[in-house]
Nanobody, 121 residues
Framework: QVQLVESGGGSVQAGGSLKLSCIAS????????LAWFRQTPGNEREGVAS???????SYADSVKGRFTISRDNTKNTLYLQMNSLKPEDTGMYYC???????????????WGQGTQVTVSS
């Protein structure tokens, strides 16, 4: 089993920045593909950024150039640096882990409980 715990969410004005963290514990190792998803009420969970075991990253078009995903395998931690935040970035952000490369397909086996990000205009 793998446990994921997100932190770093909060309320910020448009143009501001936040850095999310996701600490993994349990049977986690560097051979997991990781990703960040976000969800707003009434909408499906959407992929925001993903990172492979080799550190190659992918981003949704809506966040390219503003968000940066990174991982520190020595600390079993996934990060999401979010800059130039917009009101449409508001949502519950979840980290996800799986041994398969799922990119933005929401079929990851392990999920955190989420951390809320609210961006006001």
């Amino acid at each position: 089993q793998v446990q994921l715990v997100e932190s770093g969410g909060g309320s910020v004005q448009a143009g501001g920045s936040l850095k999310l963290s996701c600490i993994a514990s349990g049977a986690i190792d560097a051979a997991f593909y990781l990703a960040w998803f976000r969800q707003t009420p009434g909408n499906e969970r959407e992929g925001v950024a993903s990172i492979t075991i080799n550190g190659r990253s992918s981003y949704a078009d809506s966040v390219k150039g503003r968000f940066t995903i990174s991982r520190d395998n020595t600390k079993n931690t996934l990060y999401l640096q979010m800059n130039s935040l917009k009101p449409e970035d508001t949502g519950m952000y979840y980290c996800a882990a799986d041994r398969s490369m799922l990119d933005f397909f929401p079929g990851y086996k392990y999920w955190g409980q989420g951390t809320q990000v609210t961006v006001s205009s």
